[in-house]
């Protein structure tokens, strides 16, 4: 799978998913720093990524209208890793099967959110 983080997610991420044997890289890689939420779901859809991102309203607004996949981290930030190595098989089995979807992770569980336009 490909993963592009936002500019919230802790460095070691990128490491932990790349020794997972997963495609990494961040918004800034990508010169995307300083780009729009909007403009960051476009282009991982464009590129078959993943949105992976601390951000709750970003991922609300996901929820709402849901374009390509997004991966809601619920969790502190230092936690990421743990929380990510708990539940990646689970992440990776409710992406392979759908699209558009939004998940969201936390130390308690994964929450599946099925494709919506409000």
């Known amino acids: 799978m490909r993963f592009l983080l936002d500019q919230n997610i802790d460095a070691r991420v990128v490491g932990f998913l ?5 495609e ?9 720093a300083n780009a729009r939420d909007d403009e960051v779901s476009v282009r991982a859809h464009e ?3 993943i949105v992976v991102t601390h951000d709750g309203d970003f991922s609300r607004r996901r929820i709402r209208n849901t374009y390509g ?8 930030e230092f936690d990421a890793i ?11 089995s409710e992406f392979a099967q759908q699209k558009d979807l939004v998940l969201a992770i936390s130390v308690n569980g994964v929450k599946v959110y ?5």
């Open 69 to 76: 996949q997004h991966l809601w981290l619920r969790c502190r």
């Open 114 to 118: 099925p494709p919506s336009w409000k």
């Open 47 to 49: 590129d078959r990524a």
């Open 24 to 32: 990494c890289f961040t918004v800034a890689e990508l010169g995307l």
């Open 18 to 22: 790349r020794a997972e044997r997963h």
């Open 82 to 92: 743990e929380v990510l190595r708990r539940w990646l098989p689970t992440i990776e």
